[in-house]
């Protein structure tokens, strides 16, 4: 498939009118086996500041290289339409993206986290942005949904700001340190002059070189 110069310009001026003052070059690709001694530097260094929402970041600093190794190869091995993939700036991981199914087959849910010493940069709502391009102009969803406990006041801002609406809220089990177990549920619907997704048996990779180019 085939990629105008002109639609990616249109995607570079989406997305910074969304993000201003993002002005660095954010690449992006599919979590991959050999990436376990980079995620172990981050996860032990992002691990406190992860623990209070994310059950794992509980274990992470503690964790040995084959424990890390054994995390990156269970994102490695989900099948689809769960889906992983790691930010960069440069070499260097700064957060990870996620797609994980829902009950209804039309929908789908998106997770992310950023690394210790990047937050307040924009690179949540980029990596959010991303995620949404996946799940409606790849996949062709029809709704994507972001979950996170009621106490949690960051995850809270972050689809406000991209346009999501308050779906409804439920009670789950509390996984993490600061969690409540009383969540919300934000929903976000496919634009309707989207066309169907655009991935038909394409390679995944293959989307991810374009946004590099975004």
């Known amino acids: 498939m085939q990629f105008t110069e002109e639609a990616i310009a249109e995607e570079r001026k989406r997305l910074s009118s969304n993000h201003e003052g993002f002005n660095y070059p954010l690449t992006h690709r599919r979590i991959r086996p050999n990436d376990t001694l980079a995620l172990s530097k981050v996860l032990k260094h992002s691990a406190q500041h992860l623990s209070g929402y994310i059950e794992w970041a509980q274990y992470a ?8 190794q054994l995390f990156v190869n269970q994102h490695v091995k989900d099948e689809f339409p769960r889906e992983h993939f790691l930010f960069f700036i440069g070499d260097e991981i700064v957060g990870m993206g996620s797609l994980a199914p829902m009950p209804h087959p039309l929908d789908i849910q998106i997770s992310l986290w950023v690394a210790h010493g990047f ?3 924009g690179i949540g709502p980029r990596i959010a942005s991303t995620i949404e391009w996946y799940a409606f102009e790849v996949y062709g969803y029809a709704h994507l949904y ?7 006041e960051s995850s809270k801002r972050l689809p406000q700001k991209l346009g999501y609406r308050f779906s409804h809220s439920f009670d789950t089990k509390v996984s993490a340190s600061n969690e409540s177990g009383f969540w919300y549920s934000w929903k ?4 309707e002059d989207l066309p169907i997704g655009i991935l038909q048996g394409a390679d995944i990779e293959a989307f991810c070189q374009v946004r590099h180019q975004i």
Request: charged content about 25%.
């Open 61 to 68: 600093k503690h964790w040995s290289f084959r424990q890390v």
């Open 119 to 121: 937050h307040g940069h």
């Open 146 to 152: 972001y979950q996170h406990d009621a106490t949690n």
């Open 188 to 191: 976000k619907d496919r634009p």
